[in-house]
């Protein structure tokens, strides 16, 4: 694919530039340049990132260090920007780190340099535009960190006990125990340091490219760079391509990412839950000790997306029917549109009694439905708004029910939605296929659409999503209506297959709205 006009002005600059960093050979106002143009323009801070991606690759295969050469610059070092008074009050100072990074050297220097230039250049950026930036821009910062601080000390072995394998990059609200040492943000953190919170929460990125959150309360320790152990608290975990193997050690369980974003909730006791939001994850059921105690294989559990589990003292594991999004939130999900109370507070269903083993849950977003909201936990398919108009009005701010897809095949369903307060709730339900009795007795249908983008799937592999309202719709779905004057459990049931099953059909979706009163803050 041939580069527009656009895109080889952005190279040219970030080429010209850099190379004169590299070099030795930038004046203070060409650092200030690429400063300002890194901070003030999206495109360019794309063609930054991939521009020094390639350059670190490029230097880490042609400069090997000896074998008993490690880091002269050690990482922790390239973060010492976050030390600077003037880092964080005035961003169009010259960084120190670059002049560090720009000397010269025929070594694994460069390969560092080339690492600190970057590193010092974005977090920078994220300290002068903390607040400014949007939530999205942020998270792709922590893929840059993570990305270009490789991990060169140990090139064989684990790591030792002090090795710096991660940054906290964000705290939240955050009273620290007074047990154990409080650190502030762009802070390193080592192989056997305790992190123990009573409020708010921690953002980690590992050198492994894996990004954490830490809830509070919260207890643990990080063992290895790839591996830490939770005595109590939360964490949700997503992991980049090269993080795939990061471990999360609890009383009862072992959890193991395979490439994917996963929560894991262990109680006070060490009761441990386990949910898998994207890709997959290993469960290795008992204590640490129970496990190496087995003369077997220890008993083991293999989640997809979708799909949770409960671990208990006993080494079982049964099946967890909801989880939601503020008990254990995606690392990288939408803040809520509003802080009032919930109104959908549990799902449950009788799908357990037909298939025991099963471990889908259904996911609840609690003040979270709005444009490109992902529709189901076992697809990737997304609601919208059938014109650019986006969805109905009504519904920006609702709770909403993510189901699993699969449950379209299930025969006679039962869905037990638990509503904790007087509400609308409303039902999307698929123009193709026959309305059940359910749905046309108990609700009824507002006139109102909503549309369906559908993800690559086993049926439809080379769908896509596409941001935004009217872009990309794949299904129309009636929104029906049922108002609930007190806290009951709602029952929602199954459906008929469509007559013609090739055009693919859908599960329905669930969502409610609180009823406004006086004391409810709109």
């Given at each position: 694919?041939?580069?527009?006009?656009?895109?080889?002005?952005?190279?040219?600059?970030?080429?010209?530039?850099?190379?004169?960093?590299?070099?030795?050979?930038?004046?203070?106002?060409?650092?200030?340049?690429?400063?300002?143009?890194?901070?003030?323009?999206?495109?360019?801070?794309?063609?930054?990132?991939?521009?020094?991606?390639?350059?670190?690759?490029?230097?880490?295969?042609?400069?090997?260090?000896?074998?008993?050469?490690?880091?002269?610059?050690?990482?922790?070092?390239?973060?010492?920007?976050?030390?600077?008074?003037?880092?964080?009050?005035?961003?169009?100072?010259?960084?120190?780190?670059?002049?560090?990074?720009?000397?010269?050297?025929?070594?694994?220097?460069?390969?560092?340099?080339?690492?600190?230039?970057?590193?010092?250049?974005?977090?920078?950026?994220?300290?002068?535009?903390?607040?400014?930036?949007?939530?999205?821009?942020?998270?792709?910062?922590?893929?840059?960190?993570?990305?270009?601080?490789?991990?060169?000390?140990?090139?064989?072995?684990?790591?030792?006990?002090?090795?710096?394998?991660?940054?906290?990059?964000?705290?939240?609200?955050?009273?620290?125990?007074?047990?154990?040492?409080?650190?502030?943000?762009?802070?390193?953190?080592?192989?056997?340091?305790?992190?123990?919170?009573?409020?708010?929460?921690?953002?980690?990125?590992?050198?492994?490219?894996?990004?954490?959150?830490?809830?509070?309360?919260?207890?643990?320790?990080?063992?290895?760079?790839?591996?830490?152990?939770?005595?109590?608290?939360?964490?949700?975990?997503?992991?980049?391509?090269?993080?795939?193997?990061?471990?999360?050690?609890?009383?009862?369980?072992?959890?193991?990412?395979?490439?994917?974003?996963?929560?894991?909730?262990?109680?006070?006791?060490?009761?441990?839950?386990?949910?898998?939001?994207?890709?997959?994850?290993?469960?290795?059921?008992?204590?640490?000790?129970?496990?190496?105690?087995?003369?077997?294989?220890?008993?083991?559990?293999?989640?997809?997306?979708?799909?949770?589990?409960?671990?208990?003292?006993?080494?079982?594991?049964?099946?967890?029917?909801?989880?939601?999004?503020?008990?254990?939130?995606?690392?990288?999900?939408?803040?809520?549109?509003?802080?009032?109370?919930?109104?959908?507070?549990?799902?449950?269903?009788n799908l357990s009694d037909q298939l025991p083993e099963s471990r889908m849950f259904y996911?609840?977003?609690?003040?979270?439905?709005?444009?490109d909201s992902r529709a189901f936990v076992d697809r990737d398919h997304e609601w919208n708004?059938?014109?650019?108009?986006?969805?109905?009005?009504?519904?920006?701010?609702?709770?909403?029910?993510?189901?699993?897809?699969?449950?379209?095949?299930?025969?006679?369903?039962?869905?037990?939605?638990?509503?904790?307060?007087?509400?609308?709730?409303?039902?999307?339900?698929?123009?193709?296929?026959?309305?059940?009795?359910?749905?046309?007795?108990?609700?009824?249908?507002?006139?109102?659409?909503?549309?369906?983008?559908?993800?690559?799937?086993?049926?439809?592999?080379?769908?896509?999503?596409?941001?935004?309202?009217?872009?990309?719709?794949?299904?129309?779905?009636?929104?029906?209506?049922?108002?609930?004057?007190?806290?009951?459990?709602?029952?929602?049931?199954?459906?008929?297959?469509?007559?013609?099953?090739?055009?693919?059909?859908?599960?329905?979706?669930?969502?409610?709205?609180?009823?406004?009163?006086?004391?409810?803050?709109?």
């Amino acid at each position: 694919m041939h580069s527009t006009p656009n895109d080889s002005q952005r190279f040219d600059l970030i080429h010209e530039l850099v190379t004169k960093q590299l070099e030795g050979s930038a004046t203070p106002a060409e650092q200030n340049q690429l400063q300002e143009a890194i901070t003030s323009d999206r495109e360019i801070r794309r063609e930054y990132v991939r521009y020094m991606q390639e350059v670190v690759h490029i230097s880490s295969r042609l400069v090997r260090p000896p074998a008993s050469q490690t880091d002269t610059i050690p990482k922790s070092e390239i973060l010492k920007i976050s030390e600077s008074p003037s880092s964080s009050t005035n961003p169009t100072s010259p960084s120190p780190r670059l002049a560090l990074a720009s000397r010269p050297s025929r070594s694994i220097q460069q390969i560092i340099a080339v690492i600190a230039i970057a590193a010092a250049l974005l977090l920078t950026i994220g300290l002068s535009t903390w607040n400014a930036l949007r939530l999205d821009q942020q998270h792709r910062d922590a893929d840059i960190v993570a990305r270009l601080i490789p991990n060169h000390a140990n090139g064989s072995g684990g790591p030792k006990y002090g090795e710096k394998v991660a940054t906290l990059i964000q705290t939240t609200n955050v009273t620290w125990d007074s047990q154990h040492k409080s650190i502030g943000e762009l802070s390193r953190v080592s192989v056997g340091q305790k992190l123990c919170i009573h409020q708010g929460s921690l953002k980690l990125v590992f050198d492994s490219g894996v990004e954490a959150l830490v809830l509070a309360p919260c207890l643990i320790e990080i063992q290895e760079r790839d591996r830490v152990y939770c005595s109590y608290g939360r964490i949700t975990a997503k992991a980049a391509d090269s993080g795939n193997g990061f471990i999360i050690d609890t009383p009862v369980a072992r959890v193991t990412d395979l490439g994917t974003e996963f929560g894991v909730a262990i109680s006070d006791s060490g009761e441990t839950e386990v949910a898998v939001f994207e890709g997959e994850v290993d469960v290795e059921l008992g204590s640490t000790n129970q496990r190496s105690e087995q003369m077997s294989p220890s008993k083991r559990e293999h989640l997809v997306q979708g799909q949770a589990t409960l671990v208990g003292h006993d080494g079982q594991s049964r099946r967890v029917f909801s989880v939601d999004n503020q008990r254990l939130p995606g690392v990288r999900d939408l803040a809520p549109l509003h802080s009032r109370s919930p109104v959908i507070s549990a799902v449950r269903d009788n799908l357990s009694d037909q298939l025991p083993e099963s471990r889908m849950f259904y996911r609840i977003v609690q003040a979270g439905f709005r444009e490109d909201s992902r529709a189901f936990v076992d697809r990737d398919h997304e609601w919208n708004g059938l014109t650019e108009t986006g969805v109905p009005e009504q519904l920006i701010g609702a709770d909403y029910v993510m189901p699993f897809n699969d449950d379209k095949f299930v025969e006679d369903l039962q869905v037990q939605v638990t509503i904790a307060q007087p509400s609308t709730v409303y039902v999307f339900f698929s123009d193709n296929a026959l309305v059940p009795q359910w749905l046309s007795d108990e609700f009824e249908d507002t006139g109102l659409d909503l549309g369906l983008d559908e993800a690559a799937n086993r049926y439809k592999p080379k769908k896509k999503v596409t941001t935004g309202p009217g872009a990309s719709i794949d299904s129309i779905f009636s929104i029906w209506k049922r108002n609930i004057d007190k806290p009951q459990e709602l029952r929602l049931g199954s459906f008929e297959r469509p007559a013609d099953v090739l055009l693919g059909y859908n599960m329905y979706g669930i969502a409610a709205v609180a009823k406004e009163t006086a004391s409810q803050p709109k």
